[in-house]
């Protein structure tokens, strides 16, 4: 027996042992692959101060008024290449990343809808960026929009909407109700961050089948590989779903934007990328729900347009794909033509 025990403390020891040499290896990996991949793909804009942190913001062309392009929850200014390009042969467009996010860095929580606004503000003035813009939000930049026009009335000439975020469902969707604390980092949550330091986000990312599509940007699908495996990119991108439903309420409580000019645009497969375990009278009752919503934004407008659809397009593809958004940019130039023109 003492012989045994010998055996198992030196098997537990040697396993430790290679758990160690693993984690710093890893750790160590991890550090100088995110530090060669921001080597090759250097932030292509501005990295501007807001306080404790730098966010990115990448300006092109000329024009008035200057559109800014708002990201979905966990995007940044990558996902928005071909629309981006596209304006900017007439506008003055700026695309820019949240804290956390693409090559901006990780700000201090709230990670809601107040606190991204109150950083963007700080992000356009310092930009020196023309009032009034148009907001192009997608997704959660829809609720970001909203919160922006009410907190600082004036500085917006009209608003966009591409398959936006309608708070309403997405409170019904988390079962939310007010006053509801933000659930902490948990342990599945610990370990995701723990798994980024150690390379293994890295690996899971880098071969994700959808990243082979040969329909996305192949520059914007190499900036992806290099920047969402990073710690603090994991991190806030689960952080932003925890704060989501208090996003919500402060977007409900700033009501619609009711006196600017609106087009709203959708994806005209909206919800095939959530529609798994779901019956297909689930999805229409959901999928109605926004649509409902999206009217009742372009109603309420006192010149709205939409809603809009965009074929051969979901969530994502919707900006992702050259077809859909050479379809997008061209709604947002007609819109603008026929009232700033």
Partial sequence: MPKLKSIVLRLVQGLLF??????????AWQSYASKRDLERFPPPGAMVAVGTHKLHIDCRGSGSPTILLESGAQLWSSGWRHVHQALAQNHRVCAYDRGGL????????PYDANQAVAELKVLLDRSAIERPFVFVGHSYGGMIARVYHRRHPGELAAAVYIDSGEPEIVIEDFDASRG???????????MNIF???????RVVLNNLDALDDPRLPPDAVAE???LAPRPDSIRTALMIARYMP???FQTLDTGHIDDLPVLVMYSGNYGDLVSEG???EEMARWRNAYLEQWAEAVY???DGVGPVEIPDSNHLTVIAYEEPAATVSAEIERFLAERFD
């Fill in 18 to 27: 290679i758990s160690v040499v693993a984690g710093v290896t890893g750790c």
């Fill in 102 to 109: 693409g090559w901006s860095e990780t700000g201090p929580l």
């Fill in 180 to 190: 509801d604390p933000i659930r902490p980092c948990s342990f599945s949550c610990q």
């Fill in 195 to 201: 798994a980024a330091r150690l390379g293994v986000m």
């Fill in 224 to 226: 992806f590989r290099a």
């Fill in 246 to 248: 208090q996003a919500a």
């Fill in 278 to 280: 779901e019956t297909p």
């Fill in 300 to 302: 309420r407008s006192p």
